[in-house]
Nanobody
């Protein structure tokens, strides 16, 4: 199993940047595919970005391409999401998630482990 703890959320003005980090417990972090999801009030949880076990494969939602960058450090058991040029529509609770597969996946149902979430609020 793996436990995930997110950090780095907050309030930022439109056009600003935030960096989310997710720290994972356990010695097998490198065996997990990782994803960042977000959920706004009244909306379904959606995959913002995902990364394969080695970092060689990544996915970005169209809405964040060119603005967000996902990365992972298997030596430090961390995955990060650098968010630039933030927009009010990026406002949501952001979750880190892990799945025991080599395949990058965007479906929340296929992720077994979730962090508690961190709030990101972008003001206009």
């Amino acid at each position: 199993q793996v436990q995930l703890v997110e950090s780095g959320g907050g309030l930022v003005q439109a056009g600003g940047s935030l960096r989310l980090s997710c720290a994972a417990s356990g010695r097998t972090f490198s065996s997990y595919g990782m994803g960042w999801f977000r959920q706004a009030p009244g909306q379904e949880r959606e995959c913002v970005s995902a990364i394969g076990r080695t970092g060689g494969s990544t996915y970005y939602a169209d809405s964040v391409k060119g603005r967000f960058t996902i990365s992972r450090d298997n030596a430090k058991n961390t995955v990060s999401l650098q968010m630039n040029s933030l927009k009010p529509e990026d406002t949501a609770v952001y979750y880190c998630a892990a799945r025991t597969s080599t395949v990058v996946d965007t479906s929340p149902a296929r992720y077994s482990y979730w962090g508690q979430g961190t709030q990101v609020t972008v003001s206009s």
